[in-house]
């Protein structure tokens, strides 16, 4: 085995990237805009890579979660438009229009604060408008004669899109996301009436898509998930799964040292583990500080020599200890897997986060930036 070039590292496959977006394309078809959602530096897939070979894949549109986010893809050259899903505070307000980046906007009177500083900047402001239709997070639940009094209110920004977002779209055991279409789109009926027709209306993310939720597919999607290669499993009687996806980050970590231990030997932190019978461990170069959950101390697996081998006692900040008494060859400098394939083995972040005890986006975005990135 070639020496591993860090000490922990992930690979990342902008190849399957572009291919999960074309899968989500090929979903949705050619009338629905798939606008990515690189938020969070891409799931930690890293967020300037990715963007720019979604873009070479003819993406025209980036969702973001907050402006500095924003800001980090303009400065990179990025030129596609860029949706600011979560923010609009006072002190990111400007930079927001400076950028050219695209608000979301979640309240009427967040939209009086646009309009004047569209007006004070003599350029007209395209926005989305959020509408809470049950998640209870963000968004307006105000009336629809409210709305449109409120848009027509503000005649300096320009009503791009109309969005809802949902709170348990994979979730079929529950009517929650029914009820929430139905609101949305009974306002967006409602609006059309009176004669306001937003040229892009939205609500699905991942699971709206891979479980065929048409209905809220409407203009366009925003897949997050999906583009790094994950669908949440459904609950309840889902139906089939459209999205063929796969995992796009590979995770891996250098074994730092190799010893044999004998029976009874206490391996780390708290004694949390001691030996059943002599054994070899490995001690790998990475920890919690790196991302790897806590919770998997004593219970999580890694992929080492080809086989699924278990992690022994406490995860700690910069180390982690695993058996490998089945790896007779395995030598400082070596690298096994956290997340990813080692032939006919695999670990996904779905797995990790179920032994966690966590969500495998929770386990993408925890990967920490002392873990080097690699495009293959
Ligand atoms: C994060 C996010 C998404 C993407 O969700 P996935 O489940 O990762 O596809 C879409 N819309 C909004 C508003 C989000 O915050």
Redesign the pocket.
Known sequence: MAASPYRSWVEISLQQIGDNFNAVKSVVGPSVEVMP?V?ADA?RHGAIAVSRALIQRGARWL?V?NVEEGIALRQAGVTARILV??DFLPVTRAAMIEQNLTP?IHSLEDLKELDQLANQRGIPVNYHL?IDSGMGRLGTRAAAVEIYEAITGAPHARLEGL?T?FAS?SDFTSQQTERQTRYFLDLCDALRAIGMVPPLVHM????A?AYGRREAWRDMV??????YGYT?PGRGKAPPNLLHVKPALTWKASVLAVKDVCEGALIGYGGMFRAPKQMRIAVLAVGYADGLPHRLSNRGHVIACGTRVPILGAVSMDVTTIDVTQCPGLKTGDAVTLLGREGAVSIDAQEMARTAGTIS?SVLCAISSRVKREYI
């Open positions: 959602v938020k799931y969702a979660s899903m979560a979301v959020k969005m977002h779209v699905s993310s991942t699971g898509i925003r897949p997050g998930h999906a583009i949440s986006y």
